[in-house]
């Protein structure tokens, strides 16, 4: 893999994205919307649901939203033939992987300024902890919605099978990262799974943050996240294919 090659795969991604206003708008307009629904919902009762769930919906939202653009790109590639052809040229699949995710960083960096502003801003949502470590984590989280999606569409065939996989991925970690009910007040079985996901340590890091936690606090949490990043973007590299059969 060389530094090269990889910002020129990242580069041209952008590029691309730059142009596909409607991808453009899943990043940076939906989660702001289904965020002020929700902040909509509750604007009339007593109970604090903005300031204690929308952490966790900023958690979420963008990991959730990265997993489905990138798995239906990256597949898009694969089956027009885009890949193969990127292949034939001197590009390593770690290259393109990468290239990939760091321009979906970016993407995603944009999405977490945008849904914190939108949060706070109008809707109110009250944070103690540091606006801009919360920023950090939900960057990390749409990171690893990405790289969760470049080894899903390895799995896929077509891309209706890549939104196939999101419920398979996503949905389980969405149950039990704390988001429906406190960890503890779960089954010991689903406790000790929930630690196994990285959903968990992604709210638990905004949890924390919510309340007033300090940087080192959440150090271990974000440690975590970014060593899922490494391991699923690993088993991208590994299982990626150069076409579809």
């Known amino acids: ?24 708008g899943i990043i940076l307009v939906l989660p702001c919307v289904i965020f002020g629904l929700i ?3 509750f604007s009339g009762t007593e109970s604090q649901v903005v300031d204690t769930m929308g952490p ?17 790109v990256t597949l898009r590639e694969r089956t027009s033939g885009t890949l193969e052809r990127l ?20 993407a995603a960096a944009v999405q977490a300024v945008v849904l914190l502003a939108f949060a706070m801003g109008v809707c109110g949502m009250r944070i103690e902890g ?52 406190p960890r503890a007040a779960m089954p010991l079985v689903l406790e000790w799974i929930s630690r196994a996901l990285p959903f968990t340590y992604a709210a638990q ?18 440690a975590v996240i970014c060593a899922f990043i490494a391991g699923t973007l690993t088993a991208g590299i590994v299982t990626l294919r150069r076409r579809t059969a």
């Open 1 to 24: 893999m060389t530094a090269r090659r990889t910002f020129a795969t990242t580069s041209r991604v952008l590029a691309q994205l730059r142009h596909d206003h409607r991808t453009i």
């Open 39 to 41: 902040a909509w919902m």
């Open 56 to 72: 966790l919906l900023i958690a979420i939202f963008p990991a959730v939203i990265m997993f489905l653009i990138t798995s239906v």
């Open 87 to 106: 292949m034939s040229l001197p590009i390593s699949k770690a290259d393109f992987l990468v290239g990939y995710a760091l321009a979906f960083a970016l």
């Open 130 to 181: 540091p606006v801009a470590l919360m920023g950090l984590v939900s960057v990390l989280d749409a990171v690893l919605g990405s790289t969760l999606g470049l080894a899903a569409s390895a799995l896929a065939r077509t891309e209706f099978q890549a939104v196939q996989l999101m419920p398979v991925f996503l949905i389980p970690q969405i149950l039990v990262c704390g988001l429906l009910m």
């Open 205 to 222: 890091a905004m949890e924390k943050l919510q309340v007033g936690a300090s940087t080192w606090s959440v150090a271990s949490d974000i």
